[in-house]
């Protein structure tokens, strides 16, 4: 076995899109070769209405398939095909925009008036760039969750894990996409496969994901302070890139931790980038805004 080691510990930054929505974008619009196939994370994550609500109006897709995983209120969608429907806590939704497709995302908080929730966007390579679009819609009972003996519980969204294979299926970048939840103090050696980029990121509690024999965190001040609490070095909103290797290892703090763990095999292929608009040459790129300009924009109906 080889282990990955940490490349970067990324800290996300303050966004706001569609019409006011203020989120962490944890990466995108950089990058892109130490992501491949995946382009941009972001965490919108709110406990105040006022902050997401006004959501994400009408906009384009092409050439990407976005990924949207809820877990706290839920989120509203509609599209230029007709296509409707809403997504819940625990819910997934993987959307292909293939040649293109024009739509809407509405976020609406719980009870407690809380939303939470990721969109990861996958590359398509250019052999499905302008393939037709679709949806695959999971609801939360359809995620298989395992656990294992130590306490740590795994929903496999995409991909296969520890036996359990996740309900999305046929997307082209190969992904796997993986819930984890480690508990308090345990330490945990998950398998990624050597020719993946992978990625975690952390949305609760702390850990390392450095080789630590001991179980030790990896402190993050320069001059030790042996009295002070330990400071891990992947903690809330921390993303953690990894070099190449089989597995990767997780010490949780005393919280346990929670993060996403994404891997996926590269594309290798140029990429022309411009908003939600992602192709592999500036003439592709100009011609979908001609499109746009013009109404031609949507190739399947």
């Not at 966004?15 to 965490?43: M, S």
């Not at 409707?84 to 625990?90: D, H, I, L, V, Y």
């Not at 330990?230 to 010490?251: C, K, M, P």
Request: net charge negative; hydrophobic share 35%.
């Amino acid at each position: 076995m080889s282990l990955r080691p940490v490349r970067q510990v990324i800290q996300p930054k303050p966004t706001i899109e569609g019409a006011g929505v203020k989120l962490q974008r944890a990466f995108g619009f950089g990058k892109t070769k130490d992501f491949d196939p995946f382009l941009l994370l972001d965490d919108f994550r709110n406990d105040n209405p006022a902050d997401y609500l006004a959501g994400f109006p009408w906009h384009p897709h092409r050439g990407i398939e976005t990924i949207t995983y809820v877990l706290a209120g839920s989120v509203e969608h509609g599209d230029s095909l007709g296509n409707k429907g809403k997504m819940t806590a625990g819910d997934v939704q993987w959307m292909t925009a293939g040649s293109g497709i024009l739509h809407q995302e509405m976020p609406k908080g719980d009870a407690l008036g809380k939303m939470h929730g990721f969109q990861l966007w996958a590359n398509l390579p250019s052999s499905l760039k302008m393939t037709s679009p679709r949806y695959q819609d999971i609801p939360s009972m359809a995620i298989p969750e395992v656990t294992d003996d130590d306490g740590t519980k795994v929903r496999v969204i995409c991909g296969e894990f520890w036996g359990k294979r996740g309900p999305v299926e046929g997307v082209a970048a190969d992904p796997n996409y993986l819930d984890i939840f480690v508990p308090p103090g345990k330490k945990k050696r998950l398998k990624v496969e050597t020719d993946r980029n992978a990625f975690a990121y952390v949305f609760a509690g702390a850990g390392t994901f450095r080789d630590a024999s001991e179980g030790q965190p990896v402190l993050t001040e320069q001059v030790l302070k042996p009295f002070d609490p330990a400071e891990y070095d992947a903690t809330n909103h921390s993303l953690v890139l990894f070099d190449r290797g089989d597995e990767i290892v997780v010490q949780a703090g005393e919280e346990g931790i929670r993060f996403l763990l994404v891997s996926g095999r590269p594309l290798e292929e140029p990429v022309a980038w411009y908003g939600p608009i992602v192709m592999n040459t500036q003439d592709q790129l100009r011609q979908a805004m001609d499109e746009l300009r013009a109404g031609t924009f949507i190739k399947h109906g």
